[in-house]
């Protein structure tokens, strides 16, 4: 496993027992999303990205973590090998971090204490197929708006995020094993969700 050092942005990789804590991010991709190639590329420092990785940095180091994994620079794209096996991986990694970091880039500055519900639970990331396993893997999960404002966690949105998605609050929040819900009850949740690729969606589920 690959993580990126929230403070030097350089990549480290790292295998089974001796993977380290570390925060993981969850988002929907935008323009110039930052690549591993970019990382060690000085022309690519302006990209858009950047803004995001860093920021996502900064929340974990405030946490106190050291190591953070983001999907579009901890995993090696050119590498068909790789990326095969980062998909097979991905719930794992989920699931064994010790903080998710949802980013929700569409969801304007809130004031604190002030959620707006309605925008909330419009977010693009609740559409998107691979946020479906980002959502109910990790037992810790915190949501931020645009400019990295703390909204709440998936304990505290519960009954906002039920709205959003249709998945039961005591599974959201891992009070009742996912291994309870049925197969039709588990595609209801990606029925209105969308990936990139058509074959993407089971991997999702």
């Known amino acids: 496993m690959r993580l990126l050092n929230a403070d ?26 930052v690549t591993l190639q970019d990382l ?17 940095c900064a929340q974990a180091m405030r946490d106190g973590y050291e190591w953070v994994w983001v999907d579009t620079c901890c995993i090696d794209k050119t590498s068909s090998a790789e990326l095969s096996e980062a998909i097979n991986s991905m719930f794992r990694w989920y699931q064994q971090s010790s903080v998710c970091y949802v980013y929700l880039g569409d969801l304007p500055q809130q004031r604190p204490g002030d959620l707006d519900a309605d925008r909330f639970t419009i977010s693009k990331w609740f559409t998107r197929g691979w946020t479906l396993q980002e959502l109910i893997a990790p037992d810790h999960v915190e949501f931020y708006d645009q400019e990295w404002n703390d909204i709440g966690t998936k304990l505290s949105l519960g009954d906002l995020i039920h709205k959003a998605t249709g998945i039961r609050c005591d599974m959201v929040s891992g009070h009742l094993p996912l ?4 197969v039709a009850e588990r595609m209801s949740w990606a029925s209105t969700r969308k990936t990139s690729r058509l074959e993407d969606m089971a991997y999702c589920l």
């Open 179 to 182: 291994a309870l819900a049925s």
């Open 40 to 56: 060690t590329d000085p022309a690519s420092a302006t990209k858009q990205g950047f803004s995001k990785v860093r920021a996502c």
């Open 8 to 33: 030097t942005l350089q990549l480290r990789e790292f295998y089974d027992r001796y993977v380290p804590a570390y925060a993981i991010l969850s988002h929907t991709w935008g323009d110039e999303e």
